[in-house]
């Protein structure tokens, strides 16, 4: 290989970092941003500062030393066609592969045709150094890297079994590429492999040093084949050698007082586990993955091996390298520009800059770039941009983006583009965030409550469960639902209803509280509603949460005083959006997912209307559903209809926020959404998603769905205050006697006065 030209000129004249040129006085250079006589930066053979030329020289490929020391630093480039020689020694029915030679040059002909990398006469080329010498990217050259520098990270058989692929036969590749490219190794080879994946560990090599001995001021290595996959003794997911890793060991061993905490920043769609595993335990290289997980289900999903961690966020790093390892696994595709940004700000350049590295490497993988169907995701070129502008205010600069994944050509082309323009100083471009998915909101929450214990930033309103746990304490939900309770049993004599279970929780206690009376009764109202939504102000130092700084909002308080006053029995049944167990020691624990939720109110619906509500002798019952806890009137109606619950129900009366719409309808009873539609009144928050589109508008007006009325308000406290008297007038018109009752503001009536 060492005679064949490092870089193959592609199009039109391309000035290059190491091809040698011979200039019309007939010297030669080295670099196409060197002088035209030789020397790194003359005037008709003249040194600029007077000094002789001799001092000036330095080896071919070095940035001019005037300019290093004016700190007028160009973006380094590295790139060699070599690369291309790695392809797929399979021709068989479909030869072609995502990771394709086209894909490196298809970004270098991008960064060409954009102007940033130098094309013009050798007559040129001495006014743009001595004037602009960082409008273009310097070159640098790619090399071989070393079995030692590769063994830095990789098992000396590893190295010798890809060195191995370059004696096969073509047979032999074609079946070993048929065998490896299946499952987690997914993986081809091909008779000129092993010399690509040199080049490409080189690469990275010489950019990352170039940037740490200050040659340039950050660097874009357009590498392949990528790295990120590959294990220690393991090639796999289209990578040979674990190029970063590689780099990152080199420089650190050979520039140990300029060099000792490296910060790997992989933003490829896919978990880079070998870097990872390779670092795990390494206090000194912060590894920062953001990915789709998936559940472990994405690839490269879990090893074989279950005692080898995973892209997992519960994955944190091991003895000297906890808190060193950071997963930001995605639960999902689809992620974009509102998920990479807010991930950004909330962890990565907090973590970064405590962590303070003295050099940044980008595993830049552009899999997830909107375009690229393999990622399925949808970051933006100015999401990119924006991530490595960040990044670019660690280490004084010093940034190293070394190429991984990314196989959609248009898409890995203008990202890359996006990426190097912000390298060599362009702002990057104004960009409009979309809203943040709320599944990914909780991603991060967890991510932070992983990481807590190792970052000081990452420790406001993080709370230690283990810690509460210990110290006796309690769950905020469960003091709240207590207090509650006092409050209505000192008020109106409520008390807890027995409810049988399997399993007793701290959460199920005091759920259900019903009033003394309620079996004796004529008329009974049931409330079935969310828990009163917390709003607090935290504390701008230490967001720690004082009580007076807090609230409890609920709308049901002045429906039970309504309906005691008018002589209701009241059934209160409290759904808390998560049952605790003593065994949850999370600091984040989401909500009941739908199915959850459905089982649990289903369960408890159920057995009041068995054990309560259909031995009641009541005349009139209204059943009132608050929040998403409404669910529960739709599976009493349904799961019941065939004892048919609709003929003892005088009426119901639901507020919903930001909750889904339930539809109510019944195989059993095909007149059960008849009468839905004339029994109910569902008030909706004016910003609830229904009103957005026409079509749904017009979906939820059938009749399945109740009497549907738009609310002017919004927020389920403020509805039901709001519609308090329209929905009690509501209730006593449709009651079978008024005797006794008050009207809706709470007068007794003329006719009961005569009564």
Known sequence: MDGNDNDVVMDGQDHLMTATTTTTSGTSTTNGFMGLDGSLDSRNGESIDGEDDEEELESGGSYPRELRERRLLATGLCYDDRMKLHSNADFGPNPHHPEDPSRIASIMATLKKAGLVYQGSDADLLKIIQTEPYKYMWRIPAREAKREEICLVHHPTHYTWVEELSNMSTEELRALSIQKDQGRTSLYVGSLTFEAALVSAGGAIETCKKVVEGEIRNGFAVIRPPGHHAEFDQAMGFCLFNNVPIAAKVVQKEYPDKCRKVLILDWDVHHGNG?????????????????????????????????????????CGAGAGKGKNINIGWHA?????????????????????EFDPDLVIISAGFDAADGDELGACFVSPACYAHMTHMLMSLANGKVAVCLEGGYDLEAISNSALAVARTLMGE?????????????????????????APYWECMRPGIVDVQEMAHNSSSRLHDVVRTAERQRLSQEYGMIPLYVQRDLIYKSFENQVLATRDIHAAKRVMVIIHDP???????????????????????????????????????????IPRYVTKPDDMDSH???????????????????????????????????????????????????????DVKSKVSGVVSFVSNAPLRPVKSDVDEYLSHWYKDNSRVYVSNDHACWNNAELTRKVNKRRFGTVVRSKYTGLANMMQEHRKEVTTWILARSSSLIGVEDAQGETTEDDKMT
Request: aromatic share 12%.
């Open 532 to 574: 009163p939504a917390l709003r607090a102000t935290l504390d701008p130092v230490d967001a720690s949460l004082d009580g007076h700084n807090a609230w409890a909002t609920e709308g049901v308080s002045g429906y039970i005083d309504w309906a005691v006053r008018n002589k209701f029995g009241v059934m209160d049944i409290n």
């Open 275 to 315: 870097i990872q595993n390779m670092f795990y335990e390494d206090p000194n290289i912060l590894y920062i993955s953001l990915h789709v997980y998936e559940n472990g289900e994405f690839y490269p999903g879990r090893p074989d091996n279950n005692m080898i961690p995973d892209g997992g966020m519960e994955h």
């Open 427 to 451: 702002p990057p471009p104004r960009i409009q965030i979309p809203k943040l998915c709320h599944e990914a909101a909780r991603v991060l929450a967890k991510v932070q409550a992983y990481q």
């Open 333 to 353: 595709q689809g992620m974009g520009d509102g998920e990479y940004m807010t991930a950004f700000q909330k962890i990565v350049m907090p973590i970064a800059l």
């Open 589 to 643: 624990i989401q909500p009941f997912d739908e199915r959850a939720l459905s089982r649990h109110i289903e369960e408890l619906m159920c057995y009041l209307w068995d054990n309560y509500l259909q031995l009641y002798d009541v005349e009139d019952l209204f059943l009132v559903g608050v929040g998403n806890s409404y669910l529960g009137i739709k599976l009493l109606l349904i799961t019941r209809a065939y004892l």
